[in-house]
C-alpha cells in the first residue's frame, strides 16, 4: 500500500493478557518508529528503528515492553501482561532519511 | 531532555478570523515539524521547517521558524470550519534517533 498500515485498528482484552500490535512502514523507508498516545500523556516515543536494529528503545515505559522488526520491514511491539495504563493509541511511524514522518491510523488498545 | 511547549490548548474562533498557535522548544534542534490531526485519524504531515527564518505556506497556514528564539508559529489566516483539527508541532532530536518530541496539541475548533 502506499502509508503505513497498523493492525489490528482496534484490540479490547483483559488486564495480564498479552498483545502484539503490527505495523507495516512505507516500503523503501528504512526508519521506523513506534509512539504512544494518550489523553494524560500526549504522544510520546517509544523506540526507534532503523533497519532491523533499534539504536534508541529509551521511550520503552517498562520491560513489558518489547520490539522488533524483520527484513527491515514489518515491526512488531509486544506489550506483555498488559495494565489499565497501558490503553493508548499506538502509532506507528516510517521516513526516509531528511524526510518527515509518515504515520498510520494507529492500533487503539484497550485494557479491561 | 528536549521539551516542547506549545499554545494555547484550545482555542475557538469564528470563521474569517485569524490567529496564531505557538511552539517553544528547548534545545538547539534545527528541525521543527507540524502535523495535522482529526478526531480519530492519525496524524498528516503539514510543514517542515529545517533552517532559521524558514518560512512556509500552505494555503491558510503558515508555518515560519526562529531557531534563535526557539519559537515556531503556526498562522492561520481568515480560518474556515475545514481547519478545526488538532494542531501538533514537534522538534526532531538531532542525535542519531531523529525521533520526535511532541508538543501538547491545539485543539483548534473553528465555528460558522
Known amino acids: 500500500g502506499a502509508g503505513v498500515s497498523q493492525s489490528p485498528s482496534n484490540k479490547v482484552t483483559e488486564k495480564g493478557k498479552d498483545v502484539e500490535l503490527r505495523c507495516d512502514p512505507i516500503?523503501?523507508?528504512?526508519?521506523l518508529y513506534w509512539y504512544r498516545q494518550s489523553l494524560g500523556q500526549g504522544l510520546e516515543f517509544l523506540i526507534y528503528?532503523?533497519?532491523?536494529?533499534?539504536?534508541?528503545k529509551s521511550g520503552l515505559p517498562s520491560d513489558r515492553f518489547s520490539a522488533e522488526r524483520t527484513g527491515g520491514s514489518v515491526s512488531t511491539l509486544t506489550i506483555q501482561r498488559t495494565q489499565q495504563e497501558d490503553s493508548a493509541v499506538y502509532l506507528c511511524?516510517?521516513?526516509?532519511?531528511?524526510?518527515?514522518?509518515?504515520f498510520g491510523d494507529g492500533t487503539r488498545l484497550s485494557i479491561l | 531532555e528536549l521539551k516542547v511547549e506549545q499554545n494555547p490548548l484550545f482555542l475557538s474562533m469564528q470563521e474569517g478570523k485569524n490567529y496564531t498557535i505557538y511552539c517553544n522548544y528547548s534545545?538547539?534542534?534545527?528541525?521543527l515539524y507540524w502535523y495535522r490531526q482529526d478526531p480519530g485519524k492519525s496524524l498528516e504531515s503539514l510543514f517542515v521547517?529545517?533552517?532559521?527564518?524558514a518560512v512556509k505556506q500552505e494555503g491558510r497556514l503558515m508555518a515560519s521558524l526562529d531557531t534563535k528564539a526557539r519559537l515556531s508559529t503556526l498562522h492561520i489566516t481568515a480560518a474556515v470550519h475545514d481547519l478545526s483539527a488538532t494542531y501538533f508541532c514537534?522538534?526532531?532530536?538531532?542525535?542519531?534517533?531523529?525521533?520526535?518530541?511532541f508538543g501538547t496539541g491545539t485543539r483548534l475548533q473553528v465555528t460558522l
Open positions: 511511524a516510517s521516513s526516509s532519511p531528511n524526510q518527515p514522518q509518515h
Open positions: 516500503s523503501g523507508h528504512t526508519a
Open positions: 528503528f532503523q533497519g532491523n536494529s533499534a539504536p534508541d
Open positions: 534545545t538547539t534542534s534545527d528541525r
Open positions: 521547517l529545517l533552517s532559521n527564518g
Open positions: 514537534a522538534s526532531e532530536d538531532t542525535g542519531t534517533a531523529s525521533k520526535l518530541t
